[in-house]
Nanobody
Framework: QVQLVESGGGLVQAGGSLRLSCAASGRTFSSANIANIAWFRQAPGKEREFVAGIGWGSGSTYYGDSVKGRFTISKDNAKNTVYLQMGSLKPEDTAIYYC?????????????????WGQGTQVTVSS
């Protein structure tokens, strides 16, 4: 098993930027046979939605439509960490952001297909 530890959330004004981190704890992503890591978010009263995903080995990326062109997902293999760089933030980006990981190769948007989840980090964008 691997634990996911998110950090980097906070309060930011509209138009600003934040960088979230998702670090592996207990084991490395590779030793835990993790193939894909993704970010999801859940706003109050809404369903959890896919934000972005990255292949741990391939580096391939995939983004949800609402964040394309504004958010960038990246990884640092040496640090066993995945990042979500968020720019041009909008109030509607306010949510709890979760890191998730799965062992299968394909990047998928369905949360039920992810095996591991972090505790979440709050992002609040003020207008």
């Amino acid at each position: 098993q691997v634990q996911l530890v998110e950090s980097g959330g906070g309060l930011v004004q509209a138009g600003g930027s934040l960088r979230l981190s998702c670090a592996a704890s207990g084991r490395t992503f590779s030793s835990a046979n993790i193939a894909n890591i993704a970010w999801f978010r859940q706003a109050p009263g809404k369903e959890r939605e896919f934000v972005a995903g990255i292949g741990w080995g391939s580096g391939s990326t995939y983004y949800g439509d609402s964040v394309k062109g504004r958010f960038t997902i990246s990884k640092d293999n040496a640090k066993n960490t995945v990042y979500l760089q968020m720019g041009s933030l909008k109030p509607e980006d306010t949510a709890i952001y979760y890191c998730a990981a799965r062992g299968s190769r394909a990047i998928v948007v369905a949360q039920r297909l992810y095996d591991y989840w972090g505790q979440g980090t709050q992002v609040t964008v003020s207008s």
